[in-house]
């Protein structure tokens, strides 16, 4: 903010605050002495992806791009495992580039997304479509959270989606609701499942010892299945649970 902070504080989320994935580990509060007194709450989560749900769950695709979002007189932004809370007198008038300008070391980025989405393809990839889903996916509710972004798929727009190891015996019954080819080893080795959902909805879905990927909603079964042998070979900052 161009100055050293005045006051600093740290505290602990109030217990109904501490329940679940999205749940925030620690706040720490700064007071800035400039023009129009400015202070900085910083929400700590346990992991960066958990600080990007939160953001998203408020942002408009818009300001998923622009890296922020505006509320009343604060600016709210994600920044590794935290969200940060501008409140400034003049935040509604703030530029694009107020909070890279006044917030950020040089050469450090803002707004870097969660490091297991550097796991998937870029060619083709939607800018901005990357989403953590923190459990429920598809219909169904899954272990831990899903990490999707969107492709251009011919006319049409297709997920791309992966998740770490799930219930072998949840797995067993979507794949019972689904309609097409399955080939499979042995469980807790890999299973490779090709056809539609329940709701006719194109699908390839892999199930492996570390994890789930997939291809969901592309009426090209070819292109689809060229996704998902690029995500099956990228394991990228692909952190294990």
């Known amino acids: ?15 109904s605050d501490t329940a679940g994935l999205l749940a925030p580990v620690g706040l720490h509060n700064f007071e800035f002495p400039i023009l129009d007194s400015a202070r900085l709450l910083l929400k700590e989560y346990a992991n960066a992806w958990a600080a990007y749900a939160v953001f998203q769950q408020s942002a408009t695709p818009a300001e998923m791009a622009e890296g922020f979002y505006r509320e009343r007189h604060a600016l709210v932004f994600p920044h590794d495992r935290f969200v940060g809370i501008l ?11 107020f909070l890279k300008e006044n917030l950020s070391f040089q050469g450090e980025e803002l707004y870097a997304k969660p490091k297991e989405f550097s796991a998937f393809p870029l060619l083709g990839r939607i800018p901005h479509s990357e989403r953590v889903i923190p459990s429920h996916f598809m219909g ?61 909805r194109p699908l390839i879905f892999w199930f492996f010892s570390d994890g789930i990927m997939g291809f969901s909603g592309c009426f090209d079964p070819v292109l689809a299945a060229e996704y998902d042998q690029k995500m099956e070979k990228t394991n990228v900052f692909w952190a294990k649970p």
Request: net charge negative; with cysteine; aromatic share 14%.
């Open 1 to 15: 903010m161009g100055n050293s902070a005045t006051r600093f504080s740290d505290s602990l989320p109030g217990a």
């Open 87 to 97: 409140e400034y007198a003049r935040a509604a008038n703030a530029s694009a580039d």
């Open 140 to 200: 169904r509710n899954w272990q831990g959270p899903v990490f999707t972004i969107a492709y251009h798929c011919h006319s049409d727009t297709a997920t791309a989606f992966r998740a770490w190891k799930q219930n072998q015996d949840s797995v067993k019954t979507w794949l019972a609701d689904w309609r097409g080819k399955s080939d499979t080893l042995e469980w807790g080795r890999e299973i490779h499942f090709q056809g539609w959902d329940e709701f006719r």
